[in-house]
């Protein structure tokens, strides 16, 4: 089993940062393609970000394309995103995912998840 903890979140104004970050627990993540997810209130979970087991690459939703950057360090079993130029849109419960797949995806079928943390972003 993995165990997954976002930390990060808040309250941040329109066009400020933040950072996310997602500590894994229960098993080495250094083989695991992993995902950010977002659910706003009273929308769908969708995609956010993936990035493949050595950071090799990575895949952005358009919404959050040249905003959001996802990395990780294997090393730390964490996995980060960092988002820049926050829009109100972007307020949500942010979702850490890990999946035995190493390539990610962006389909919120991921085998492990977080139980998420809340970013506010005011306009």
């Known amino acids: 089993q993995v165990q997954l903890v976002e930390s990060g979140g808040g309250l941040v104004q329109a066009g400020g940062s933040l950072r996310l970050s997602c500590a894994a627990s229960?098993?080495?993540?250094?083989?695991?393609?992993m995902g950010w997810f977002r659910q706003a209130p009273g929308k769908e979970r969708e995609f956010v970000a993936t990035?493949?087991?050595?950071?090799?690459?990575?895949y952005y939703a358009d919404s959050v394309k040249g905003r959001f950057t996802i990395s990780r360090d294997n090393a730390k079993n964490t996995v980060y995103l960092q988002m820049d130029r926050r829009k109100p849109e972007d307020t949500a419960v942010y979702y850490c995912?890990?999946?035995?797949?190493?390539?990610?995806?962006?389909?919120?079928?991921?085998?492990?998840w977080g139980q998420g943390t809340q970013v506010t972003v005011s306009s």
């Open positions: 995912a890990a999946d035995q797949n190493p390539f990610g995806g962006v389909r919120d079928d991921y085998d492990y």
């Open positions: 229960g098993r080495i993540i250094s083989t695991y393609g």
């Open positions: 990035i493949t087991w050595n950071g090799g690459s990575t």
